[in-house]
């Protein structure tokens, strides 16, 4: 119907200018020279330019008698200078039963040291134009800033005051208490993150990796001080930490800095926790029931892949077909051949010691059943079948065509040299990805395909209103199901 009232307005249209061209001669010619110049226009598609050539820098690394690394990239081009300090220890070095101490220990890393208050602490930091960043992730914790070339030297330094004096005291660990038991809460209200949660506890099970870095309410609750003190002892300490400078700066130069700041700090680590793989679970169906949701939102799991797995590009290469791009098969069969959702997706999430594979779509509440079918029926035909000639071509251009972007700025660089030291990787693996994903078959992406998309293992998540859809789950047969009412 739709098609047939275009058409019938193109013919109204077309025979409005006719009446039109009769009117005004001089004015036709010109309008329909312009129309035949624009459809040619949009007839060619855009012939795309040669792929940029880049050669990613190469870092420099050095290491100090305390075990402290250091990675250099000297770039004069700007008068910037990207400082960080990586710690190899995040979320999953959690104690165990109890989640969430790293994320205090990040929030409260720049709360004071032992000769500036958190208020001088920030105070001095804005004076050279910048600020400290603390991010925590399940593998790393990482503090950042970006300074200018004259003032580097200075930010090195509080920074380095910072990591080694930060006192950790009892008065802030109230107050992240009160902050994150606010942001937990928030976290659970957001169907997206609620349903993560759940999934990855369906993943992992009991490994370090099922609870998130904000962890949940009851443990928030009964962290203590001395939780604290001996997480730092453990974890941030010299010989498990990466100082990585980038920027208009000499190597020597942030050598010689890195002695004078560092080479004192020496930690007292204890035995650490071992973290082991984690081995695929048996699917679970769970339902967190929220009456009359107008949406369901749709998440399906399971146990993914290690970062510096062998196979991990050939998987990436198989996902961006399957839900990693927008013309990947899930968002073109969901959002615009069915029109069930605004966009759905997939991806390998890839940390050090495994990973989590996992697809999903916000949806209608009367179509969660129909978009649930279709997840399985395109995971399902990407590990039998595979992909095309032209999809692992666009896949590959995907990736290849963006690596130039990694590179412009220090920042990004430094992103780069962190995932080298957290992932073990060689200081040329960037200068080698190209060729490495351009020497990917599809033999090898449907090898990836059927080793890390498990149909009978992949658990499912659905936020929304039970009742509108469990009798139609019922008939999928997917084992069985259990629903939630509440979730802490």
């Known amino acids: 119907m739709i098609r047939r009232i275009l058409i019938i307005s193109c013919v109204l249209v077309t025979s409005a200018c006719s009446w039109q061209n009769k009117k005004v001669v001089a004015v036709n010619t010109n309008t329909s020279t312009l129309e035949n110049e624009s459809s040619d226009f949009r007839a060619q598609p855009p012939v795309a330019k040669a792929e940029p050539q880049i050669t990613p820098p190469v870092a420099i690394r050095y290491r100090l008698d305390n ?96 990591i080694t004096n930060s006192t950790f005291s009892d008065e802030e ?5 009160k902050k994150r038991i606010a942001s937990i809460a928030k976290e659970l209200d957001d169907p997206e993150t609620l349903a993560m949660r759940v999934l990855r506890k369906a993943v992992f099970a009991e490994h370090p990796y099922a609870h998130t870095v904000l962890g949940n309410k009851k443990d928030a609750e009964a962290i203590k001080h001395s939780d604290i003190i001996a997480y730092v002892n453990e974890n941030l300490h010299a010989a498990n930490a990466a100082l990585i400078v980038i920027g208009d700066i000499t190597t020597q ?69 399957l839900g990693g791009m927008f013309n990947s098969r899930l968002n073109m069969n969901l959002r615009e051949d069915k029109g069930y959702t605004y966009g759905a997706y997939s991806y390998f999430d890839s940390m050090r010691y495994t990973g989590i594979f996992l697809a999903a779509a916000g949806v209608r509440t009367d179509v969660t059943i129909p978009a649930l079918r279709e997840f399985y029926t395109e995971i399902k035909r990407i590990k039998e079948n595979g992909i095309t000639v032209d999809e692992l071509k666009h896949a590959k251009n995907g990736i290849t065509l963006s690596l130039p972007a990694r590179f412009q700025t220090v920042s990004s660089i430094a992103s780069m040299i962190r995932n080298i030291y957290l992932y073990d990787f060689k200081l040329t693996y960037y200068n080698d990805l190209s060729k490495m994903i351009n020497e990917i078959d599809l033999n090898a992406v449907q090898s990836a395909a059927k080793e890390h998309l498990a149909i009978d293992n992949l658990s499912l998540v659905i936020v929304g209103d039970y009742n509108t859809f469990k009798t139609e789950l019922n008939k999928l047969d997917l084992g069985a199901i259990e629903v939630r009412e509440t979730y802490h």
């Open 67 to 162: 075990g402290l690394l250091i990675f250099v990239v000297p770039k004069h081009d700007l008068p910037l200078v990207s400082i960080n300090v990586v710690f190899k220890s995040g979320s999953a070095s959690d104690p165990q039963q109890l989640s969430g101490v790293a994320g205090f220990v990040g929030e409260m890393l720049l709360s004071g040291t032992k000769t500036r208050s958190a208020k001088e602490l920030a105070s001095e930091i804005e004076t050279y134009g910048t600020h400290l960043n603390v991010q925590v992730n399940e593998d790393d914790i990482h503090i950042s800033s970006l300074a200018l070339k004259n003032y580097w030297i200075k930010v090195l330094a509080i920074l380095a005051d910072a």
């Open 173 to 177: 660990l109230q107050r992240v208490r």
């Open 253 to 321: 130069q942030v050598i010689d800095q890195a002695t004078k700041h560092f080479s004192e700090w020496q930690g007292k680590p204890s035995a650490k926790q071992q973290i082991s793989d984690a081995n695929l679970k048996p699917a679970k169906v769970v339902i967190l029931n929220r009456p009359k949701a107008q949406l369901s939102f749709i998440m399906l799991g399971q146990l993914g892949i290690a970062r510096n797995s062998g196979d991990y590009l050939p998987t990436v290469l198989m996902n961006s077909v």
